[in-house]
């Protein structure tokens, strides 16, 4: 008889040391976002290294043209639900778009808020310029923060549409800028979202914190993609960076389409799918029905 194999030991929980770690000795991070429990148990069960609750859920989600609409109260849910499903994996929370750009108050209480209500480990905000002083603000008040540079979607319009950034050395040199500020605001990760791999390369070591990267190369010390993507249950264009690892939705649609077909031909339920009650009960029940009044008949007046 072969020898039973040892159970695998459990894994420790992601933190924000054992990422730099993970940086330091060139062990790619994975990251995934999700937006329910269900998509969070999926994630702690792959195995991932953080899961992401990101605006994007406004679109895969709550179907909104944009990330721009989804409000707090929408984030708190999502962020919340992600939570009860996660026990392993660092989780980071999207500040939704006006919820943190007005003042360094205001980003840090909407920070607050999220990590009190949801129990998230981080949040994460776009763009530098004026976000390095919020993003400044709420490292100092206690809370981690994850920075994200190069197409920002919650400012999409602005920077020209859903289109790769840094493919000029002014805009490359920008862009290194924004990081390095972010990096010296605090951040303790990036993310470069749709930025020339080249210029990712360059950038790269100026930077001492993990960086993960979306349609940014292979050089960044991790990679992120949305949930709905990777497994083909949107049903939007994907972007060019997007590589779906199944096509979940026509397997979804083919799944409810039997189902209907089942119901319209009576083959579902069948006798499996029901339940059985005593034979003397249901005698004893047939006598009182009998026995009983009419359901409908009209009370008799005196």
Same mark, same amino acid.
């Given at each position: ?167 000029? $050395?002014?805009?490359?040199? =920008?862009?290194?800028? *924004? #990081?390095? +500020?972010?990096?010296? %605001?605090?951040?303790? !990760? @990036? ?75 009576? $083959?579902?339920?069948?006798? =499996?799918?029901?339940? *059985? #009650?005593? +034979?003397?009960?249901? %005698?004893?029940?047939? !006598? @009182? ?14």
């Amino acid at each position: 008889m072969s020898a039973r194999p040892e159970a695998s030991a459990p894994r420790q929980k992601v933190s924000l040391t054992s990422l730099a770690a993970q940086k330091r000795r060139a062990q790619p991070i994975v990251m995934v976002t999700a937006y329910d429990y269900p998509s969070a148990q999926i994630a702690e069960a792959a195995g991932v290294d953080i899961v992401l609750v990101g605006d994007s859920g406004a679109m895969t989600v709550l179907g909104y043209d944009s990330t721009v609409p989804i409000t707090v109260d929408e984030m708190l849910v999502l962020t919340s639900a992600v939570r009860r499903g996660l026990k392993t994996p660092l989780l980071v929370a999207d500040l939704p778009f006006g919820s943190y750009e007005v003042s360094d108050e205001q980003a840090v209480a909407t920070a607050q808020r999220f990590v009190k209500t949801t129990g998230c480990d981080a949040v994460k905000i776009e763009r530098g310029g004026t976000t390095v002083d919020r993003a400044r603000a709420i490292v100092a008040a206690g809370i981690p923060v994850m920075g994200h540079v190069g197409l920002t979607p919650q400012t999409a319009v602005a920077i020209g549409g859903y289109r790769s950034q840094g493919r000029t $050395a002014e805009d490359a040199l =920008e862009l290194s800028r *924004s #990081a390095v +500020a972010l990096q010296e %605001a605090g951040c303790f !990760a @990036l993310v470069f979202e749709a930025i020339p791999s080249e210029v990712t390369k360059a950038v790269m070591p100026k930077l001492d914190v993990p960086v993960i990267g979306i349609g940014a190369g292979p050089g960044t010390d991790g990679q992120v993609l949305v949930f709905h993507d990777l497994l083909g249950i949107w049903d939007g264009q994907p972007a060019r960076f997007v590589k779906r690892y199944a096509d979940l939705r026509t397997e979804m649609v083919a799944g409810v389409a039997a189902y209907a077909d089942d119901v319209r031909t009576g $083959a579902y339920p069948g006798p =499996e799918h029901g339940y *059985s #009650a005593d +034979a003397d009960e249901m %005698a004893r029940l047939r !006598a @009182l029905l009998d026995d009983g009044p009419a359901q409908n008949e009209a009370p008799r007046l005196p």
